[in-house]
């Protein structure tokens, strides 16, 4: 590898196992977040304060990087306008590659933000992977579904009984080594799922198990949702986002399993009983 990969979102799901994975191999890293204090004493990693809506941070987190692991803030409503901006200046310093993290689905969703972001980097020149991963297994732990998980025992969400190929965010990780070590991923657009489609009453059986407790799947409706979401005063067009999503999931979109990880990786991936065994403790 090449010196110098900036990885943005560094300290999100996806990001702090990347930065983990080219750490271990040596591979000097930037790294892009709002709190980059927390790798202020990790050898081999440069922090850097990245925040989206503030594009004089874009300059800084750029610097120096010859290749990006790129990924839209969280919950975003409208991503393409922090993503585009950084997909410019990324091609006018002469990043000679960016691995874009989107959404399983996205290739098929054309006006919504991500895939306008998608197409504007395919566009632009920049030698590109497209990474769309599937909803992730850490989601459950230590992701938004945990507090109910814990507190209630229950898993509470619009899905009704359709299914999910969850994926681990630490196989989306290897897989982003991979594309950004080898030249043959360049160019090329992954589906990335899990090995098996699980429903969420599924997931809460498997959860059940494995920690011991009584956990049980509550199919809540959309304005059920809407109604808890807001009192985390989490902003409406997120809200509207999210219920989207669950829409999606509810249609079967999520459900299909894809060979890519597997194919990518030369291994399986992360199976979510396995997912569930290692953080059993989580959910007791």
């Known amino acids: 590898m090449s010196q110098h990969i900036l990885v943005i979102g560094a300290t999100g799901n996806v990001g702090s196992a990347l930065v983990q994975l ?6 000097p890293v930037k790294a892009a977040t709002r709190a980059p204090e927390k790798y202020a004493a990790q050898p081999g ?5 990245f925040e ?3 594009f004089a941070t874009h300059a800084s987190a750029l610097e120096g990087a ?3 692991f790129l990924i839209a803030k969280p919950m975003e409503a409208a991503p393409q306008k922090a993503l585009i901006p950084l997909i410019d200046r990324a091609n006018a310093i002469g990043v000679k590659h960016v691995v874009l993290m989107t959404a399983m689905g996205v290739d098929q969703a054309e006006g919504t933000g991500m895939r306008i972001a998608e197409k504007h980097l395919i566009a632009s020149g920049i030698p590109y992977t497209i990474l769309r991963p599937n909803w992730f297994m850490q989601n459950f732990n230590p992701g938004f579904l945990l507090s109910a998980l814990k507190q209630a025992g229950a898993i509470f ?3 009704g009984d359709a299914k999910t190929s969850f994926i681990d965010t630490r196989d989306i990780a290897a897989v982003a080594v991979k594309a950004l070590s080898d030249s043959a991923h360049i160019g090329k657009e992954y589906t990335l799922t899990g090995g098996e489609a699980l429903s969420y009453a599924e997931v809460a059986a498997i959860i059940a198990s494995v920690s011991g407790r009584e ?6 409706s959309d304005d059920d949702m809407r109604n ?4 985390l005063n989490m ?4 809200i509207e986002f999210m219920i989207g999503l669950f829409s999606i999931v509810r249609q079967g979109w999520t459900a299909p399993v894809s060979p890519a990880v597997a194919e990518i990786l030369g291994r399986a991936p992360m199976s979510f009983e396995a997912f569930a065994k290692e953080y059993a403790a989580a959910w007791r």
């Not at 080219?22 to 591979?27: F, H």
């Not at 990693?45 to 304060?49: H, S």
């Not at 808890?228 to 009192?231: G, R, T």
């Open 215 to 220: 956990i049980r799947y509550v199919a809540i």
């Open 157 to 159: 969400v619009p899905a």
């Open 228 to 231: 808890a979401l807001s009192h």
């Open 235 to 238: 902003p409406a067009d997120s």
């Open 22 to 27: 080219l750490s271990a191999q040596g591979v």
């Open 45 to 49: 990693v440069t922090p850097v304060r």
């Open 66 to 68: 010859d290749r990006v």
């Open 52 to 54: 989206y809506d503030e």
